[in-house]
């Protein structure tokens, strides 16, 4: 993608986000998109194949990186990536929607200083619900993939050796994973980057709804 058509895209957000909206974004297009296609994914793409057991009985090696290894983190991630950056597109919509509303109202002559909107260039109205449940859409969904993690993968670390022994093995056999240490810091980085993002998502909506209590309360 041209990354003026991306700054574009990002401008509507950046327009009314606040300053922890604005290092949420740096976070996840920096440190975590950014990391993830240069780094990890190159990092996951031996995973399988050398993925090694002590036995030669065909189908235990396929069967036993299936049970320690049910979703890839790859996978995992990019489907992550993808839901938590939804939300932003449907406030880049809403603020699109916005502008195109005020540019029919100056085109048909109705401007008349006045706007569609009573605070125009501010976070009101059906705009600010948008932005405000985008945000407890974003901690949610990190903190539904940090419990799958969680789940899948104990700790979030891999162990350099997994015993197995499911058919159609023979015995207990070792299986060893490959560069298990490299992925424990991928997935540690990870991890601590998604947990920031949720603290920023909740500190921006706890400043939004207090912000706006005061305001009431005026």
Same mark, same amino acid.
């Given at each position: 993608? &041209?990354?003026?058509?991306?700054?574009?895209?990002?401008?509507?957000?950046?327009?009314?986000?606040?300053?922890?909206?604005?290092?949420?974004?740096?976070?996840?297009?920096?440190?975590?998109?950014?990391?993830?296609? +240069?780094?990890?994914?190159? +990092?996951?793409?031996?995973?399988?194949?050398?993925?090694?057991? &002590?036995?030669?009985?065909? =189908?235990?090696? &396929?069967?036993?990186?299936?049970?320690?290894?049910?979703?890839?983190?790859?996978?995992?991630?990019?489907?992550?990536?993808?839901?938590?950056?939804? *939300?932003?597109?449907?406030?880049?919509?809403?603020?699109?929607?916005?502008?195109?509303?005020?540019? %029919?109202?100056?085109?048909? =002559?109705?401007?008349?200083?006045?706007?569609?909107?009573?605070?125009?260039?501010?976070?009101?109205? =059906?705009?600010?619900?948008?932005?405000?449940?985008?945000?407890?859409?974003?901690?949610?969904?990190?903190? +539904?993939?940090?419990?799958?993690?969680?789940?899948?993968?104990?700790?979030?670390?891999?162990? %350099?050796?997994?015993?197995?022994?499911?058919? *159609?093995?023979?015995?207990?056999?070792?299986?060893?994973?490959?560069? *298990?240490?490299?992925?424990?810091?991928?997935?540690?980085?990870?991890?601590?980057?998604?947990? +920031?993002?949720?603290?920023?998502?909740?500190?921006?909506?706890?400043?939004?709804? =207090?912000? !706006?209590?005061?305001?009431?309360? !005026?």
């Amino acid at each position: 993608m &041209n990354w003026s058509v991306f700054e574009g895209l990002l401008s509507g957000v950046n327009k009314y986000s606040t300053a922890f909206g604005r290092i949420w974004l740096s976070l996840v297009f920096i440190f975590r998109l950014l990391v993830y296609v +240069v780094a990890a994914e190159r +990092v996951w793409s031996d995973d399988h194949k050398d993925f090694d057991c &002590n036995t030669r009985q065909p =189908g235990c090696t &396929n069967v036993c990186f299936d049970h320690f290894f049910p979703v890839s983190h790859i996978r995992l991630w990019a489907l992550q990536l993808i839901l938590v950056t939804c *939300p932003s597109l449907l406030v880049i919509m809403h603020v699109a929607y916005r502008e195109a509303k005020e540019q %029919r109202r100056r085109e048909a =002559g109705r401007d008349s200083g006045r706007h569609a909107y009573a605070y125009p260039g501010k976070k009101r109205g =059906g705009l600010w619900w948008t932005y405000l449940l985008s945000l407890v859409f974003k901690a949610g969904v990190d903190i +539904v993939f940090l419990y799958i993690f969680y789940r899948f993968y104990r700790n979030y670390t891999l162990p %350099r050796v997994v015993k197995c022994e499911l058919r *159609p093995c023979p015995n207990v056999v070792d299986c060893f994973i490959s560069r *298990p240490t490299e992925k424990t810091i991928f997935t540690l980085f990870m991890v601590a980057t998604t947990s +920031v993002c949720i603290v920023l998502s909740l500190v921006e909506a706890a400043y939004l709804v =207090g912000k !706006r209590c005061c305001e009431c309360l !005026r």
